[in-house]
T-cell receptor, first 113, second 114 residues
Framework: QKEVEQNSGPLSVPEGAIASLNCTYS??????FFWYRQYSGKSPELIMS????GDKEDGRFTAQLNKASQYVSLLIRDSQPSDSATYLC?????????????FGTGTQLKVEL | EPEVTQTPSHQVTQMGQEVILRCVPI?????FYWYRQILGQKVEFLVS????????KSEIFDDQFSVERPDGSNFTLKIRSTKLEDSAMYFC????????????FGDGTRLSIL
C-alpha cells in the first residue's frame, strides 16, 4: 500500500496560470505535511509546511490540508518558467519519534512560455 | 542563510570498498537524517539521529550502514562492502528543536559504485 501518492505528471501550465498539485496519504497518523521542490539533479528544497486543516499562504504558494479526506495540495499562483521542477509531497507519520519523512514520487511541473 | 553542507559532491568507488559520506548540519539543529534517492525513484528515508543515538531506521539501513557524530559539527554515513545497488544520491538533512520540524537538505553526494 502506497503511503503517499502523487500524480507523476507532467503537469503543464502556461506562464501566469495557477498550478495545482495534489497529494493523498494513507496513514491517519500523519501529522505534519511538507512540500519540497526538486530541480533535476538537485536536492529537495523546502517550499511549505502545514500542520493543521485549512490553508496556509506564503507568497505565491498556498498549501491546503484536509485531514478528513487525507489530502494535501499546493497551489502556485502566477506560475513562472523557473517553477518548472518536480514537487515532492512528504509527511511525517507519528511513529517512534524519529521524524521520518515519507515522500511521494513527485509531480513534474512544466510552466510553458 | 544557514545550510547543510555535504562532502564529497561525487564519490566513485569500487564494489566491495567502504565509503564515508560527510555532512555538516545546520549549527543549532538537533535532529539529523540520511536519505537516499536512486536515479528516477523517490526519496527514501534511511536513518534519523538525535541525542547521539539512532532514533529510527528503515529496513534499508541494515548492518552494512552506520552513522556517527564524531565531533560537534560533523555527521557521517559509512557504507561497508558497497554493492552496485548502493549507487544513488545520498542526502543529509537536519531539523531544529521539537518534533515534526521542517527538514533542510544538503546538496547531496552522488555515489557511484563500479
Amino acid at each position: 500500500q502506497k503511503e503517499v501518492e502523487q500524480n507523476s505528471g507532467p503537469l503543464s501550465v502556461p506562464e501566469g496560470a495557477i498550478a495545482s498539485l495534489n497529494c493523498t496519504y494513507s496513514d491517519r497518523g500523519s501529522q505534519s505535511f511538507f512540500w519540497y521542490r526538486q530541480y533535476s539533479g538537485k536536492s529537495p528544497e523546502l517550499i511549505m509546511s502545514i500542520y493543521s486543516n485549512g490553508d496556509k499562504e506564503d507568497g505565491r504558494f498556498t498549501a491546503q490540508l484536509n485531514k478528513a479526506s487525507q489530502y494535501v495540495s499546493l497551489l502556485i499562483r502566477d506560475s513562472q518558467p523557473s517553477d518548472s521542477a518536480t514537487y515532492l509531497c512528504a509527511v511525517i507519520i507519528l511513529t517512534g519519534g524519529g521524524n521520518k519523512l515519507t515522500f511521494g514520487t513527485g509531480t513534474q511541473l512544466k510552466v510553458e512560455l | 542563510e544557514p545550510e547543510v553542507t555535504q562532502t564529497p559532491s561525487h564519490q566513485v568507488t569500487q564494489m566491495g570498498q567502504e565509503v564515508i559520506l560527510r555532512c555538516v548540519p545546520i549549527s543549532n539543529h538537533l535532529y539529523f537524517y540520511w536519505y537516499r534517492q536512486i536515479l528516477g525513484q523517490k526519496v527514501e528515508f534511511l536513518v534519523s539521529f538525535y541525542n547521539n543515538e539512532i532514533s529510527e531506521k528503515s529496513e534499508i539501513f541494515d548492518d552494512q550502514f552506520s552513522v556517527e557524530r564524531p565531533d560537534g559539527s560533523n555527521f557521517t554515513l559509512k557504507i561497508r562492502s558497497t554493492k552496485l545497488e548502493d549507487s544513488a544520491m545520498y542526502f543529509c538533512a537536519s531539523s531544529g528543536t521539537g518534533e515534526n520540524q521542517p527538514q533542510h537538505f544538503g546538496d547531496g553526494t552522488r555515489l557511484s559504485i563500479l
